[in-house]
């Protein structure tokens, strides 16, 4: 009996140990495989922050506008009889554009003016004839008021004759035409647009905090998408005389230089206007700012040596971004090292390891244009 009851805590013994010894193999692997999970460092790219000189601006967005521009139409209905411009003519004003048949009208106009010249004769005649009484005066009375109305007869058909002719009412560039020879047109169809491109306006809204930023003569930068690489310059030339009582913005007008015809009306602009003097204040490429719900954040790199260090989380003020590059009101000090590429696999104090040799370049704004 003694011996069986010590078999069995033998075994139990060893069951017991063989289930420690497992348990204490297991940590001591998980301890390991913990170690050997530790972050490796991170290569990223960095840039040295310093102070550089800061224009403050304002920024909207509006539309070109022609100072002049129009879709030509005509008066009167008619059939085309002649069309005297191509596609995308430069026009004088007063260029006589398009004709419409007339025949009628020329000829319902020579009969009117036969008719006055007579008139004008018989009026004629009886001046010469009262001076001997041998009419009276009555009759030359009704003469000259027969003479006038045939005049005025003739002068009412010379201008429906020249609705039957479209003219250019301004200099300008033409559009695309939108009639043909032998066509009818009701009156009011449009035929072609006329714009005036050299200047051009830009109409753009400021909300009315900018209306002491902002004055006449000032001058504005405008960006189009057409050209996304430059800048053209302008001058404000109207202020609205009222704010809008709906969105409490006012409408501000810009003048702008287009002598190469390169900006169109309609196109979408975004608007720069500077204000204030400029300012020294640090600055760090846009890539640098990593935004979360919390703010915008950068990551500083610490303990720099031999190309590696540690990554700090830092958050920023910073102001409306410029081309590529950002202001930071707070936050950076001139001279701190910023990570510009690789932020995503960073978290507050990972290791990192430096690697500029493919670092983007960042412009501050695109080139300006004065034409």
């Known amino acids: 009996m ?20 497992f348990q204490t193999f297991k940590e001591i692997m998980i301890r390991k495989a913990i ?7 991170q290569t990223v790219s960095t840039v040295m922050a310093a102070n550089a000189p800061w224009q403050s601006s304002l920024s909207a967005v509006g539309s070109l506008r ?26 004088a004003a007063g260029q006589t554009l398009l004709s419409l048949v007339a025949t009628d009208d020329v000829a319902k106009l020579r009969s009117l003016q036969a008719t006055a010249e007579n008139y ?30 045939a005049q005025a007869l003739v002068e009412q058909q010379k201008a429906l004759l020249e609705q039957k002719s479209l003219k250019a009412p301004f200099s300008g560039r033409l559009g695309i035409r939108a009639v043909d020879l032998g066509q009818y047109l009701s009156a009011g169809t449009s035929i072609v647009t006329l714009q005036s491109l050299d200047p051009i306006y ?14 006449i003569g000032q001058d504005v930068s405008v960006a189009v998408d057409a050209f996304p690489a430059e800048r053209f310059t302008g001058q404000i030339t109207a202020i609205n005389a009222k704010v809008d009582s709906a969105s409490r913005n006012v409408q501000v007008r810009a003048t702008l230089r287009n002598g190469e015809a390169r900006l169109l009306p309609g196109m979408f602009a975004k608007v720069e ?23 915008d954040l950068v990551y500083l790199v610490d303990e720099l040596h031999d190309g590696q260090g540690t990554a700090r989380q830092m958050f920023v003020k910073t102001r409306p971004a410029k081309g590529d590059r950002v202001a930071v009101n707070d ?10 590429a690789g932020q995503l696999k960073l978290r507050n104090g990972s290791p990192v390891k430096i690697d500029n040799s493919h670092v983007p370049q960042a412009e501050a704004a695109p080139n300006i244009v004065d034409q």
């Open 2 to 21: 003694m011996k069986r009851m010590t078999i069995m805590l033998c075994g139990m013994a060893i069951l017991f140990g063989g289930l420690y010894g």
């Open 35 to 41: 170690g050997a999970m530790a972050n490796p460092p």
């Open 66 to 91: 022609a100072v002049n521009g129009a879709d030509l139409a005509l008066q009167a209905a008619g059939i085309v009889q002649s069309i005297e411009f191509t596609s995308g003519d430069s026009v």
């Open 120 to 149: 004008a004769i018989v009026l004629k005649r009886d001046e010469e004839q009262i001076k001997f009484n041998a009419v009276s005066q009555a009759t030359v009375d009704s003469d000259k008021a027969n003479l006038k109305n």
């Open 202 to 215: 830009v109409d753009f809204y400021l909300p009315q905090q900018s209306l002491a930023s902002i004055r």
């Open 273 to 295: 206007i500077a204000v204030g003097k400029p300012e020294q204040v640090v600055t760090v490429p846009l890539t640098a700012i990593v935004s979360n719900s919390y703010g």
């Open 331 to 340: 936050g950076i000090k001139p001279g701190e090292t910023v990570v510009i």
